[in-house]
């Protein structure tokens, strides 16, 4: 779950550079998805909250994501 977090902050401090956009968030969200099946992994009952709460690296990265490719479409000019 560290690891998502940390490349998705990643992004946000080199986004400037394009390629992270494209590489990073989709492997903070592999990582923030790791993490919540590791931690509910079937065997034991979890409330909402907690999956939730758990879910939270990977709703961030998939929000940096969208982010990033919104001010590439509609900032960036070449």
Partial sequence: MLK???LTALTVLTAWLLIPVFILPPLAFYYGYQG???RHDGR???SIGTKLLSSI???LAAAVFCFGIFLITT???A
């Fill in 4 to 6: 998502s977090l940390a």
């Fill in 36 to 38: 919540y099946r590791r």
């Fill in 44 to 46: 034991t009952r979890t």
């Fill in 57 to 59: 690296p990977m709703l």
């Fill in 75 to 77: 900032q960036y000019r």
